[in-house]
């Protein structure tokens, strides 16, 4: 979709601004806002690019960076860190080999930290795009980082 | 035509997280080639509460509750269970009795102490048929509202029932309304406040992903009592799946006329937009909140002016918890006095509390207010894995505190923990045992609060970083003894100073953890030591010499060289060098290694 027609779904009210940010970024190919996004949402909502720039900067889902097509968001929330987010953090860094806010060479991952997921009854948890991943163990995130690569 | 059994598979974040799907959609396979769709129905529910066993699910009318679910066990149980009436035990919820507890259709202890008010529908109906939601009481509040009651009538009714926020501050609901009522102007606004941020908490996931309709019905009951037609429910987008859910409950109620335009002709009209945060815990604080709904960063300002005089673009608005807004179709239809007849003399009511950490049945529960903490951890709970001691229940989350053994037999409420120097908070309870050390936890809850602060005032920004770089030198072994007292200081300063909730309520885990774990704190700064054996810089780790067999395996794990020895001889680790990785540790088949 064009940029004009994911915006045109919102009335022109800045009060829309989240809104069409989170739209023009998964609109976008690498996941992230890039200046021509933050421009053309300025434009349309008869705002200051500056202001948009803040408004982009301070959430921590947008990303002004382009980032990998599967973004892993690890959970860094106390029951997840009492039942070993610190072990699934080393393992992803080992297994894709980057760290946290990078994205591997081939653009599949990028590496993230978030705050709670909201399912402690399976701590561990990671959130790979839209999906939840409970229960993770070494293994279990092996299989499931293959699946994603196979996935085209 | 009734069908002969009710299938109802658990399909909360949680459970599907747990591939809940992969069983579902082999059931109904198998379900079909036994062609028994026309006497079974499967049904998807939100959350049943016992996420950490899940896939669950439920058969009625037995109530035979399933746990642990592959999708291979699918032909057993319909060949065994729905066409021969057995259920498969060895994959029911092995409780002592289990089999008796079918039988004489009694309740799993999970499930006995708890009083499900706002969860009722979560687990029993599918979130996404209105017909189901309708069936079971719903919206009847609403019309009861509408064509009976005045809008005073229903602000008097959730004033005499007790009811107190349920986001953490527990501010009395009717009282809220009564402001925003009497505000002057015409137009006025409701907002749900679904950012459920605090780390440990996920009831309003639950109810949300379960049962939106009764979120739906609490904003109209809300906004036909104030006088808003306008509401907004702010979800945060680390929820998906409640936003779908939510979005077509939404439309279903429009198509319904249950929302919009003269609802059921009362000559009311209410209608709601989602809007969705972006990932910042400040935004659950109501004026960050009400900053993010107009489009802008989530800022806090100070208060007052309060959002029932003041709020979205400068008009009254109420901001309710989810929780608070699903108790109102209760109060409505079953009456004040039967909600207050729950509960204590100042806390009336239920609470949901999401259980998680180092307790055996993880997951969602609902209890009256009253009921103490042991009930909760060793009953409803199921105690602690591998009988470990406990040694601190947290409530409350990052702005919450601690609550010791010692003091696991008072009974919640809203005062009662506060007396203790914690919170209720929003419901996240996290059950820490002997292997926990208080001090990287108080730390750990810190650090969130340093990431999350909006940075706009200067005892939260710099404040919280200062403290936490204190923890920082206590858990690595670089701690004075006067910074405790520091600490101590510092956080009553930022307490009393910042300009919103975030930061007048972060120092709360440092100050808890200091008046009941003291001992703690000392032993990292005057023994150098670490007694849970967490902090890894303060954990010493030597070679025990009558157990050492010399086999090498440790000096070859060692990332840093720090370990030297002949193959047979016995091995020597250099505290010099060491970095405290627990390597050896781990690779030692002999118990030959000692970490103090």
């Known amino acids: 979709m064009t940029k004009r027609d994911v915006m045109e779904r919102y009335p022109k009210s800045g009060d829309n601004l989240i809104s069409i940010l989170h739209d023009l970024q998964d609109n976008n190919e690498w996941n992230y806002l890039s200046g021509e996004d933050l421009a053309a949402a300025a434009d349309y909502l008869q705002l200051p690019h500056s202001f948009v720039h803040g408004v982009a900067t301070f959430y921590t889902m947008f990303s002004l960076e382009p980032r990998g097509k599967h973004v892993i968001r690890v959970c860094q929330s106390p029951p997840c860190h009492l039942m070993g987010a610190g072990t699934i953090s080393s393992e992803l860094e080992k297994i894709l080999g980057v760290g946290f806010g990078e994205t591997t060479p081939d653009r599949l991952f990028t590496l993230e930290m978030t705050s709670c997921l909201g399912v402690c009854g399976v701590a561990p948890a990671v959130m790979i795009n839209d999906q939840v991943y409970g229960n993770l163990n070494a293994e279990r995130l092996a299989e499931i980082i293959d699946a994603k690569r196979r996935e085209k | ?596």
Not at chain 2, 136 to 144: K, S
Request: include cysteine; aromatic fraction near 6%; charged fraction near 25%.
């Open chain 2, 1 to 596: 035509m009734k069908k002969r059994l009710d299938v109802l598979i658990c399909g909360g974040a949680a459970c599907i997280a747990s591939h809940s799907h992969d069983f579902k959609n082999r059931l109904i396979k198998v379900v079909k080639a036994h062609e028994l769709e026309e006497e079974i129905n499967i049904i998807e529910t939100g959350c049943m509460g016992p996420c950490e066993l899940g896939p669950v699910m439920v058969v009625y009318p037995d109530g035979a509750f399933y746990i642990r679910l592959k999708p291979e066990y699918a032909e057993r149980i319909v060949e065994e269970h729905f066409l021969k009436g057995r259920p498969v035990e060895e994959w029911l919820w092995q409780v002592p009795e289990a089999r008796k507890i079918v039988e004489e259709k009694r309740q799993i202890p999970f499930f006995e102490k708890q009083c499900k008010v706002v969860l009722k529908n979560c687990g029993r109906i599918d979130p996404e048929n209105l017909n189901e939601y309708i069936g079971n009481d719903g919206y009847q509040a609403l019309a009861r509202g509408l064509t009976e009651m005045t809008p005073d009538a229903v602000i008097e009714a959730v004033t005499a029932s007790g009811l107190r926020g349920r986001g953490g501050a527990g501010f009395p609901t009717g009282l809220k309304w009564k402001l925003a009522r009497r505000a002057a102007g015409d137009i006025k606004y409701v907002v749900c406040n679904a950012d459920e941020g605090d780390p440990g908490a996920f009831m309003d996931r639950a109810i949300l992903e379960g049962d939106p309709h009764s979120v739906i019905e609490g904003m109209i009951i809300a906004g036909y009592a104030v006088g808003a037609s306008q509401g907004f429910v702010y979800i945060r987008a680390e929820y998906p799946l409640a936003v779908r859910r939510l979005h077509r409950a939404l439309e279903q109620a429009r198509e319904a006329g249950l929302l919009g335009k003269d609802i059921l002709e009362s000559g009311f009209s209410f209608d709601l937009e989602i809007r969705t945060g972006a990932g910042a815990f400040v935004c659950g604080e109501e004026t960050a909140l009400m900053a993010s709904v107009e489009g802008h960063r989530g800022m806090p300002r100070p208060k007052p002016p309060y959002p029932s005089e003041q709020g979205l673009w400068g008009k009254p608005t109420v901001i309710n918890n989810v929780e608070t807004l699903a108790n109102l179709r209760h109060i409505v239809i079953n009456g004040a006095e039967w909600f207050a007849a729950m509960g204590t003399a100042k806390s009336k009511g239920t609470k949901v509390f999401a259980l998680s950490g180092n307790v055996n049945n993880t997951g969602l529960v609902e209890v009256p207010m009253g009921i103490t903490l042991r009930e909760i951890v060793y009953e409803v709970g199921g105690g602690i894995p591998g009988d470990k001691a406990l040694k601190a229940v947290q409530t409350g989350g990052p702005s919450g505190g601690c609550i010791p053994a010692e003091h696991l037999d008072t009974p919640i409420d809203y005062e009662s923990l506060a007396e203790l120097g914690s919170i209720m908070g929003s419901g996240g309870l996290i059950v820490l045992d002997e292997d926990n050390c208080m001090v990287n936890m108080a730390k750990f809850f810190l650090e969130f609060c340093v990431e999350e602060s909006c940075g706009q005032c200067v005892p939260c920004r710099v404040g919280l970083k200062q403290m936490h770089r204190i923890l920082q030198w206590i858990a690595e072994g670089k701690g004075e003894t006067k910074d405790l007292e520091q600490l101590e200081q510092m956080a009553e300063t930022v307490k009393a100073t910042s300009l919103c909730g975030l930061g007048q309520s972060a120092p709360n885990p440092v100050l808890s953890t200091l008046k009941y774990f003291r001992h703690e704190y000392e032993a990292h700064i005057q023994d150098k030591r670490c007694p849970a054996l967490v902090c890894k810089d303060l954990t010493a780790y030597t070679v025990l010499a009558d157990k050492c067999t010399g086999c090498t395996a440790c000096a070859r794990k060692c990332p840093v060289d720090a370990i030297s020895g002949e193959i047979k001889q016995i091995h020597f680790i250099d505290q010099e060098i060491c970095i405290h990785c627990g390597a050896c540790y781990e690779a030692c088949k002999f118990d030959a290694i000692q970490r103090r």
